[in-house]
């Protein structure tokens, strides 16, 4: 499950039910867990609403015991940040979570974090956001480096879902395709928002051409997105070797019209009326 962008409900966050650090000798076995004894909190909502959970703080020893709450992922707010949970005691502290206007529709998540005598707890938080998905993909700031034939370009998730996209590439030149890429997977995922600069390689580009070349991207769901670029490729070797070809056409000319003694000029007869 991936998580939303920063400007959204949740950054990307790893959550697990259980301890996380090895209790040290002699500390009590405290728990937190969500009420109602379920292996996470689940939340579901709406984009501006806030929704409420709850979670219990169990100290089973025989002294009283101090807990600090923190949210990670998520903006968590806490009835306490600190809560004293009594000698065999069971302490429910209610917590909402907040679901910004600007959150996309899918799942995400975060964690609810309980220290206290030297261990700490981490409950996953799941929060479902409710409403229209939507998977928009784009390619843009296509650029051609005629130096090392690299394709340059940015991927811009412009939808609500997360992707995973695929790129073609095809480039074709004065005489024809000089390039046909099938489409293929990236090694990347884009959440909603999310923009990814990207470099393709070209590494036999044509030495003297003029190219266009077109970059067409797919994700699951989405439509294509094509954007293209025009590129001259002429390599110092390539432009010496036809300027060498010019030279020895030109010559080959010029040695022919001497071998035919240049062009002849008719001269009219004396006394002849112009």
Same mark, same amino acid.
């Given at each position: 499950?991936?998580?939303?962008?920063?400007?959204?409900?949740?950054?990307?966050?790893?959550? *697990?039910?259980?301890? &996380?650090?090895? %209790?040290?000798?002699?500390?009590?076995?405290?728990?937190?867990?969500?009420?109602?004894?379920?292996?996470?909190?689940? *939340?579901?909502?709406?984009?501006?609403? =806030?929704?409420?959970?709850?979670?219990? *703080?169990?100290?089973?020893?025989?002294?009283?015991?101090?807990?600090?709450?923190?949210?990670?992922?998520?903006? +968590? %707010?806490?009835?306490?940040?600190?809560?004293?949970?009594?000698?065999?005691?069971?302490?429910? &502290?209610?917590?909402?979570?907040?679901?910004?206007?600007?959150?996309?529709?899918?799942?995400?998540?975060?964690?609810?974090?309980?220290?206290?005598?030297?261990?700490? &707890?981490?409950?996953?938080?799941?929060?479902?956001?409710?409403?229209?998905?939507? $998977?928009?993909?784009?390619?843009?700031?296509?650029?051609?480096?005629?130096?090392?034939?690299?394709?340059?370009?940015?991927? =811009?998730?412009?939808?609500?879902?997360?992707?995973?996209?695929?790129? %073609?590439?095809?480039?074709?030149?004065?005489?024809?395709? +000089?390039?046909?890429?099938?489409?293929?997977?990236?090694?990347?995922? *884009?959440?909603?928002?999310?923009?990814?600069?990207?470099?393709?390689?070209?590494?036999?580009?044509?030495?003297?051409?003029? +190219?266009? +070349?077109?970059?067409?991207?797919?994700?699951?769901?989405?439509?294509?997105?094509?954007?293209? $670029?025009?590129?001259?490729?002429?390599?110092?070797?390539?432009?010496?070797?036809?300027?060498?070809?010019?030279?020895?056409?030109?010559?080959?000319?010029?040695?022919?019209?001497?071998?035919?003694?240049?062009?002849?000029?008719?001269?009219?007869?004396?006394?002849?009326?112009?």
């Amino acid at each position: 499950m991936r998580a939303a962008p920063r400007s959204g409900l949740l950054a990307a966050a790893t959550a *697990l039910v259980g301890v &996380v650090a090895a %209790a040290p000798a002699g500390a009590p076995g405290w728990t937190a867990a969500p009420a109602a004894g379920r292996p996470y909190a689940y *939340l579901e909502g709406t984009a501006g609403s =806030v929704l409420q959970d709850t979670l219990s *703080l169990t100290n089973p020893g025989t002294g009283p015991l101090t807990v600090r709450l923190t949210g990670q992922g998520a903006p +968590v %707010a806490f009835a306490a940040r600190t809560v004293t949970v009594p000698p065999r005691t069971r302490a429910d &502290v209610p917590f909402a979570v907040t679901v910004t206007a600007d959150t996309p529709p899918g799942d995400h998540r975060g964690t609810v974090r309980a220290t206290a005598a030297g261990r700490e &707890v981490r409950v996953d938080l799941r929060l479902r956001v409710n409403g229209p998905r939507l $998977a928009a993909l784009t390619v843009e700031d296509v650029r051609v480096d005629t130096a090392t034939g690299d394709l340059h370009y940015t991927l =811009v998730n412009r939808g609500s879902t997360v992707l995973a996209p695929a790129l %073609a590439v095809r480039a074709d030149g004065l005489l024809g395709t +000089v390039l046909d890429r099938p489409g293929h997977p990236l090694p990347l995922t *884009l959440r909603p928002g999310e923009r990814a600069a990207r470099t393709e390689p070209w590494p036999d580009p044509p030495a003297l051409d003029s +190219v266009t +070349v077109r970059l067409t991207a797919t994700a699951p769901g989405a439509a294509p997105a094509t954007a293209r $670029a025009d590129a001259a490729f002429a390599t110092g070797p390539a432009l010496a070797a036809t300027g060498g070809t010019l030279l020895a056409a030109a010559a080959c000319g010029a040695w022919a019209l001497r071998r035919r003694g240049g062009p002849r000029i008719r001269r009219a007869p004396a006394g002849a009326t112009p």
